[in-house]
């Protein structure tokens, strides 16, 4: 599990080539048979609690779509005692990237419209 700051300014450059592993698994890779290739991963990324609404987007609306888009489980834990929140995603390395990726347009967004 990696954790890191979350940056929506980070100059990063994601690939447009993402493989959804979909399947019925839901998720559970424990029913993957050894050696199969990459195993799904968390990553837990540390984010001011006012940029959450950011990334919920209206009723959830937001977060929905980057779930649904990078195939991620994404859960958002109670914000900490600093007002950071932790956002831990579960999935496969390359669509976590997306995740995260989908989540730093959200706050740009967010951030542009707030000026506008």
Sequence with gaps: MTRSRFNPNNQQQYSNNYNNRGGGGGGNHMNYPPNHGPMPTTTQVTIPNSLSSAILGPRGTRIAQIRQQ?????????????????????GMPNNIQQAQYLMQTAVKQWNNSAVS
């Design 70 to 90: 990078s195939g991620c489980v994404i859960k958002f834990d109670d914000p900490l005692p600093s007002n950071d929140r932790i956002i831990s995603i579960i």
